[in-house]
């Protein structure tokens, strides 16, 4: 039986670097009928758009990666959308650019999405390393995205520890892209009362919360869960 290609897609803003340590724990993963989809978020002026399209230029040739320039810098919701619709998989993985997967993630996810095809998504634990290099294990359990728990919690899961069959995000239609925050909470969301999902315990990831990401923009992040949670006020 063939494997069904998977497709990651990575959003990228600003960071170059880490961009190259996300890919590489992509081509290091033990399921290998994949492809890449790189999405670049940074303005065309900036010198750190030329850099991170060097870094994907890198990985050209026998590997399969697509690269994607957004025409105007529009967010990490605009850039995952668009690379949802480039993915060519039956299943789609995201990775934010700051985090990296560990060598199982891609098979522990396709094996569960493979034995039952009731599921919509599959999620899992991950390994939180904070900017001072403190490290904590994620206790997401199976509830952690019903729709009850979601609302009782206010907030979701990294989409870095997300597997989704492709049908299932177009039919939901993607990231919110009005929305400042909070993108992966909405979206869980809106899948949790629909679909059902599974949980793998084990940390597959790491993830790293440093002071350039969202996750430290209190403001937004403020404004991102308001707007979600005025959705679902009944």
Excluded at 17 to 39: C, G, H, R
Excluded at 103 to 132: P, T, W
Aim: contains cysteine; proline residues 2%; aromatic residues 10%.
């Amino acid at each position: 039986m063939t494997n069904a290609l998977v497709s990651v897609v990575i959003p990228t803003y600003k960071r170059p670097l880490a961009l190259k340590s996300a890919i590489n724990s992509v081509f290091m993963q033990s399921y290998k009928n994949l492809e890449i989809v790189v999405v670049d978020d940074n303005n065309s002026s900036d010198p750190l758009h030329h850099e991170t399209k060097r870094v994907v230029s890198c990985y050209s040739g026998a590997r399969k990666i697509i690269y994607l320039k957004q025409e105007v810098q529009q967010g990490a919701n605009a850039a995952r959308n668009a690379g949802i619709l480039a993915s060519n998989g039956e299943y789609i993985a995201f990775l934010d650019d700051d985090d990296v997967w560990f060598k199982e993630k891609l098979k522990s996810q396709v094996m569960v999405l493979k034995r039952d095809k009731h599921i919509g998504f599959v999620y899992c634990n991950m390994m939180i390393i904070y900017n001072g290099g403190k490290e904590v294990i994620s206790n997401f359990n199976i509830d952690s995205c019903s729709f009850e728990s979601l609302i009782e919690r206010g907030e979701g899961v990294s989409t870095s520890t997300l597997m989704i069959r492709k049908s299932v995000l177009l039919e939901a239609g993607g990231f919110d892209e009005t929305l400042e925050s909070y993108q992966d909470y909405d979206l869980l969301l809106r899948l949790s009362k629909t679909y059902s999902h599974a949980l793998i315990k084990s940390p597959l990831l790491e993830y790293k919360v440093g002071l350039d990401g969202i996750s430290m923009n209190y403001n937004s992040k403020f404004l991102g869960k308001e707007r979600v949670l005025r959705k679902y006020k009944e």
